[in-house]
Nanobody
Framework: QVQLVESGGGLVQAGGSLRLSCAASGRTFSTSAMGWFRQTPGKEREFVAA????????YYAESVKGRFTISRDPAKNTVYLQMNTLNTEDTAVYSC????????????????????WGQGTQVTVSS
């Protein structure tokens, strides 16, 4: 079992930065592939970024590539999403997700690939 708790959301002006954190409990974090997704009202949850269990492989949605960075700290059982140059279209509830077991050192981009989810944290970008 993996329990996930996100933090770090809030209100920021366009062009600003935020760092989201996702703290995981459970002994399986180190072998879990992790991902970040976001959702706005009336829309489906969409993929943002993913990282393999080792941290050696990452992948980003085109809309955030070059602005967002996903990373993980095994010592803290935490995965991060550094978000820079935010714009109003980044406004959403951001959720982290874990996939365990993770086969090979892969990242995953589909919602159905993940079996654990956090509750989410709101990010609002004002113009």
């Amino acid at each position: 079992q993996v329990q996930l708790v996100e933090s770090g959301g809030g209100l920021v002006q366009a062009g600003g930065s935020l760092r989201l954190s996702c703290a995981a409990s459970g002994r399986t974090f180190s072998t879990s592939a992790m991902g970040w997704f976001r959702q706005t009202p009336g829309k489906e949850r969409e993929f943002v970024a993913a990282i393999s269990w080792s941290g050696g492989r990452t992948y980003y949605a085109e809309s955030v590539k070059g602005r967002f960075t996903i990373s993980r700290d095994p010592a803290k059982n935490t995965v991060y999403l550094q978000m820079n140059t935010l714009n109003t279209e980044d406004t959403a509830v951001y959720s982290c997700a874990a996939r365990n077991p993770s086969f090979g050192d892969h990242y995953y981009t589909e919602r159905g690939d993940y079996n654990y989810w956090g509750q989410g944290t709101q990010v609002t970008v004002s113009s």
